[in-house]
Nanobody, 116 residues
Framework: QVQLVESGGGLVQPGGSLRLSCAAS????????MGWYRQAPGKQRELVAT????????NYADSVKGRFSISRDNAKNTVYLQMNSLSPEDTAVYSC?????????WGQGTQVTVSS
């Protein structure tokens, strides 16, 4: 089965930036769409951004549009999430998702904490 491993999380100051990576154990073309989700304490998991693996079409949650950017490097089997202008509201566990017709694959999650 396909393994997804996230990295790049950590503690940053408000206004700072982080770049998350999601590395797949094989070609990301295994998935039609990949995305990032997040879950903050006491809140539901929410979709942050998605990207199609072939065409690179993206979509974003309104709360992150203009600040976050999702991208992919097919040769490296990796999807990225560039996060800029971070605020404490962005604090959450961020998880990578890869979707096929019948199954969703998930990484283990990486913690992002935005605090002064």
């Amino acid at each position: 089965q396909v393994q997804l491993v996230e990295s790049g999380g950590g503690l940053v100051q408000p206004g700072g930036s982080l770049r998350l990576s999601c590395a797949a154990s094989r070609s990301i073309f295994s998935f039609y769409v990949m995305g990032w989700y997040r879950q903050a304490p006491g809140k539901q998991r929410e979709l942050v951004a998605t990207i199609t693996t072939s065409g690179g079409t993206t979509n974003y949650a309104d709360s992150v549009k203009g600040r976050f950017s999702i991208s992919r490097d097919n040769a490296k089997n990796t999807v990225y999430l560039q996060m800029n202008s971070l605020s404490p509201e962005d604090t959450a566990v961020y998880s990578c998702n890869g979707r096929t017709q019948f199954y969703d694959y998930w990484g283990q999650g990486t913690q992002v904490t935005v605090s002064s």
